[in-house]
């Protein structure tokens, strides 16, 4: 256990200092990031898709189709909104990371009763976390840009939330097809957390999101 939650922690510091470098470094090796990271989800969420359906090979090319399209979208909105403002996209990469931190750590300490059975080790107490957890970054946005500051402060705790909502949502999408194919993880490329769609499975989902708030807010 003690050794899992170490490869976990590390992996986790690796991921955020390759992510620190491509959202400050150029928007180039962002959109590059954007591209690698859609490519190998794509490849994980296919090989789910394949053990999911092993017999109807017109639906797995249906979703197939339907999953390409998506992630093109999702690395399309996460660049439109990294291109009009960094902050807005530190802003809600940050809610995902800390609604899945808030949801691990309080699930851990708290227990209590699950949330659903699609994916066993969520419980209604660690789902209180996230939301709890996604609001922790608009604290820090307000005291940095301007821009939100024009904006009504329960206008920006409704958009966290939502996002929370949306980032657990996704996250409950892809344990289904994980339970689905009968695996735990999506994949084995990040040491302590499974695939690479294991980690970003909420994101994927809140970014267009994100994005589609941020055109008509912003």
């Known amino acids: 256990m003690t050794k899992n939650l170490s490869k976990r922690i590390l992996t986790s510091l690796f991921l955020l200092l390759i992510l620190s470098i491509s959202i400050f470094f150029n928007k ?107 609001l922790i970054p608009l604290m820090f946005l307000l005291q940095i840009n301007d821009i939100y500051n024009n904006i009504n402060l329960a206008h920006l705790v409704i958009i966290s939330l939502l996002l929370s909502t949306i980032c657990q949502a996704g996250d409950l999408l892809i344990s289904y097809f994980k339970r689905k194919a009968k695996v735990k993880d999506t994949g084995s490329i990040l040491p302590g957390h499974g695939g690479l769609l294991d980690r970003i499975d909420g994101l994927i989902f809140v970014l267009p999101a994100a994005h589609l708030i941020d055109k008509i807010i912003f």
Do not use: H
């Not at 590059?32 to 990271?37: E, F, H, Q, S, V």
């Not at 190998?40 to 969420?45: A, M, V």
């Not at 996209?89 to 227990?111: A, M």
């Open 28 to 134: 180039y090796l962002f959109l590059a990031m954007l591209i690698i990271i859609s490519f190998i989800s794509f490849i994980e969420f296919n090989n789910l898709i394949k053990k999911s359906f092993k017999k109807e090979e017109k639906l797995i090319i249906a979703i197939q189709i339907l999953s390409v399209l998506f992630f093109i979208l999702f690395a399309y909105t996460s660049y439109e909104i990294y291109d009009r403002s960094l902050i807005s996209i530190i802003w809600f990469i940050t809610i995902c990371i800390l609604s899945d931190t808030g949801g691990f750590v309080i699930g851990k300490l708290v227990g209590g009763k699950k949330l659903t059975k699609i994916s066993p080790n969520k419980t209604i107490a660690g789902s209180i976390g996230s939301f709890i957890f996604s």
